[in-house]
């Protein structure tokens, strides 16, 4: 039973009981009745979903078991079918007004399998070898006018997902992979557009996620790599975008799934972070370990500096603006700066250590000025945490201060001895302060 | 005003799906009724490959060691091979060009790989060295390398192909494929095994001799 229903059946009780008069009630139940008739059956979906997915599949097992006894000519026509189907359910469905998503959901996920029904059977028809790579490019492709009739959520994650297979094989044929951005930007007006339904729904948090994951996995594989270690700049303004997008788009009080742009940039920026705390990733980079060789596209490494000089421009554009839209009165932990600040100067304090690292002055410097800064936004981290009474960012701060004592540690030069004991000791302190701020503060809830 | 913009994009959309398909469909029929008929004579193969899924892998002995040619082909790009026909009827390559021939029967086909041909010289020294000859070695990526076949004939056929091929089978089994080409486009119509459809002759194993 969802909410919505609860609350009808609570009100005929509440009444019943005297706690409200029926007046009040009738309130209730109009204020409620929109969401009610917005709220979505999420059995019907999954299961009408998976009731596709396996028609889907079976007809392409059907079509793929080549049936030879069929003329060419009909073959062909065949190929078309389910994808005429499809067209033809979406036709019906808006001429006679069908807006259920437990419509849209499964005809999306039958339609983006019908595309590649018709194109493995034409390409069985008429003996075409086509590569894997443009089989999938093409796939993903046609899923366009899929995700901008039915905006459901497997087509549009399949397509993020398609486009980062491709970048991914083409990559190894010497393909030109930064296309991934262009078609990656035709599917944005359909993710806004959910975002926009419901900020909240499930619906908006798988598709912000996989659009969100894929395209921050495509940054490493479109990337030319021409100039060794540009990749730590890109990555850091990515993230800081990312994570004060979120600051700014998404509500804090909800959840982490709620949240994805602020906890990939969040937990990319750490991870990212931590590991420029050590000495290797600064070994061998800048202008005086540039790829010349064959193997790179000169004019695609165009595209690396280009990411390099506007994701820390976005990153600082977009700290603006969160620092406009959350006044300095919304700051806790941080008397100077807030917290978001902090974490989104990543990608100067990244660039700034990279001129150190390839202008040959140390690699040691270079990580020693992300050490203390990572250090700097763990404490700052359990700060804000401690005064916000936020268990999440806490929990946090502690690990990235453990992480960081544990990751010098373990590169020193002291025995096992040693370091199993820093271990045990460093999981100890974590224990024990969780559970020591997580009792304060229910007592103080309590009190 | 706004919606109907997006049913428009998405009508277009559909529009797009059946005209990239039926594209697809269209250059491949025309090849297949206006197409000049050529036979490429089959090469062994690797008999782990020869079979992935439904298809035979096919490998032709006119590409198998590259095409010479006198100029460098970067790889990914497009190259265009002109056709003439051997005293054994079966198709060569004459020309490899980077630009559409005007006339004559020609494939169009992806470079694969292009690398510079190489000869050891004896020097005063009395040590060889590798001297380049000019002459560069191309390798292509065809686009008729897949034969599709029924499942249940599939592995019959696997086995027809590749005993034809065979290192020793012979003058007596010999294996081509029919293809047709037209203004580039190659699209195989059968493959054959001593000149009769691959089809035909797993329906009667005797072709295939011992």
Redesign the interface.
Known sequence: MNNVKYLMQELKSWISEGIVDAETANKIAARYAHAEMKSVAWSRIILGSIGALLVGLGVIALLAANWDDIPRAARATLSFMPLAACVAAYIMGVQKGWNSRSFFEPLGIFWGLSVGAGISLIAQTYHISGDPESFVLYWTLLLLPVIYATQAVVPLVGYYVGLLTWASMSQFSNGITVLYWPWAIAAMPALLAIRKDNPFSIRTGLTTWGAALCSTAAIGVTLEKTMPGLWMIIYSGAFATLLLAGITSESKENNIFQTPLRTIGGCGSAILLYLLIFKWPWDEIGWNHYHADIEYNHILAYFDYLLACVLPVLAAFMLIVANRKRPASAWKGLPIISLWTAWGIAPVVVASAYIVASSLISVFLASMIITIYLAGLGLCTLAEGLFRRTMLLVNAGILILIAIILGRFFCSDLSFTAKGIAFIVSGSLFFLVNSYVGRYLRKEETT | MKKKL?SI??L???V???A??SA??IR??WTLRYGEVCRFETAPVDPFDAFRG??VQLDYKVFTRGIVSDKKFN??NWCYLTLATDTNGFSVVSAITDSKPTSGTFIRSRVSWCYEESIEKPKPDNKYHRENTGKWTVHL???????????K?APKAEDAYRHANQRNAGKENMAAARVRVWKGMV??EDVEINGKPIRECIKDQKEIKP
């Open positions: 997006m994009f998405i277009l959309g559909i797009a799906q059946f990239v398909l697809v469909i491949r029929e439904q298809y790889r990914n990526e065809l686009p008729f390398s897949r034969y599709y076949m029924p499942e004939t699209v195989i």
